[in-house]
Nanobody, 122 residues
Framework: QVQLLESGGGSVQAGGSLRLSCVASGTIFSNNAMGWYRQAPGKQREFVASITGGGMTTNYAASVKGRFTISRNNAKKTVYLQMNSLKPEDTAVYYC???????????????WGQGTQVTVSS
């Protein structure tokens, strides 16, 4: 059984920073790519960032590139999302995901955490 548990969300002012963490339990993680997604009220869930199993390759949505950094610690079975220069439009519930890469594109598996709320005020 796979479980993903996110933490680190909160409320910050625009320009602030937060670091999200996602701890994985179960057999998944070491060889799995991991990703972060987010869902704002009334909107569809969208891709934010992903990282390969070894951590050598990362991908970002255009809206967060240069501001967010995804990383992982396989010994701790943890993936992180460092979010800097936050904007009100970053407000959403952020979800951790386990997945894979196909032809250089991240593909989520059906393993999701419960989400952590990020609220950015102007």
């Amino acid at each position: 059984q796979v479980q993903l548990l996110e933490s680190g969300g909160g409320s910050v002012q625009a320009g602030g920073s937060l670091r999200l963490s996602c701890v994985a339990s179960g057999t998944i993680f070491s060889n799995n790519a991991m990703g972060w997604y987010r869902q704002a009220p009334g909107k569809q869930r969208e891709f934010v960032a992903s990282i390969t199993g070894g951590g050598m390759t990362t991908n970002y949505a255009a809206s967060v590139k240069g501001r967010f950094t995804i990383s992982r610690n396989n010994a701790k079975k943890t993936v992180y999302l460092q979010m800097n220069s936050l904007k009100p439009e970053d407000t959403a519930v952020y979800y951790c995901n386990a997945g894979g890469y196909s032809r250089g594109i991240y593909s989520p598996y059906d393993y999701w955490g419960q989400g952590t709320q990020v609220t950015v005020s102007s």
